[in-house]
């Protein structure tokens, strides 16, 4: 089974309006950590935001925002105020365990497109 | 904040030759090295596990041979292609995680385009 999945292969988002990029995952341990990445064109991984499976509230960086839905086991990433620039590869990943020694499992990857 | 180098940003070579990837902790020292690797409009695919001093984990599927890792300080981890063929072609990047900062992401660097022809 999929850890990690990304049933949007695909967005496209009105410049300024809000963006949700849909993620949910599998795990059977207690203590994870999810993360979200962006890739623009030039392939560099940029990370945007954390989220602990033991934090009460929802992750916010600037623009970016968690909605973390531990029951659903749902990590959605919400863009607001979508910039031209946003347009990139948007990879969800987690960590399973709670040390820092573990990879990142990735998903499939969302690409948005902000449109003017 | 902490930086990931990776170099180079880009090889082509012959099939046959081996090429090497180096990845470095710019301030930060990394125990642990990711090494991930991504065909075109797909995602990062996990590949080994460096560790300083140790011997390379590899994931199922991925040929320890052909794949060498050395992790021989805590700053550096290098992967060498061996007998490249056009089907190793690929992005190759890298990835370590800041020691002993919670909840620490993993940090990439800019990754390698390699392409065998």
């Known amino acids: 089974a999929q850890k990690i999945t990304q049933t949007q292969p695909g967005m496209f988002v009105q410049e300024k309006e809000a963006v949700t990029l849909d993620c949910t995952y599998d795990?059977?341990?207690?203590?994870?950590?999810l993360f979200w990445y962006k890739q623009p064109s030039s392939g560099e991984m940029i990370f945007l935001i954390y989220q602990g499976s033991y934090d009460q509230q929802n992750a916010t960086e600037g623009r970016y925002s968690l909605n973390f839905q531990k029951a659903r086991k749902s990590a959605n990433l919400v863009i607001s105020a979508s910039q031209l620039g946003d347009s990139a590869m948007y990879f969800c990943a987690m960590r399973e365990g709670p040390t820092g020694n573990t990879p990142l499992v990735f998903g499939k990857g969302t690409r948005l497109s902000v449109i003017a | 904040g902490a930086v990931v180098s990776q170099h180079p940003s880009w090889v082509i070579c012959k099939s046959g030759t081996s090429v090497k990837i180096e990845c470095r902790s710019l301030d930060f020292q990394a125990t642990t090295m990711f090494w991930y690797r991504q065909f075109p409009k797909q995602s990062l695919m996990l590949m080994a596990t460096s560790n300083e001093g140790s011997k390379a984990t590899y994931e199922q599927g991925v040929e320890k041979d052909k794949f060498l890792i050395n992790h021989a300080s805590l700053t550096l981890s290098t992967l060498t292609v061996t007998s490249a063929h056009p089907e190793d072609s690929s992005f190759y990047i890298c990835?370590?995680?800041?020691?002993?900062?919670?909840?620490?992401?993993?940090?990439f660097g800019n990754g390698t385009r390699l392409t065998v022809t």
């Open positions: 990835s370590a995680r800041e020691q002993g900062v919670t909840n620490s992401p993993l940090h």
């Open positions: 795990t059977s341990d207690p203590s994870y950590g």
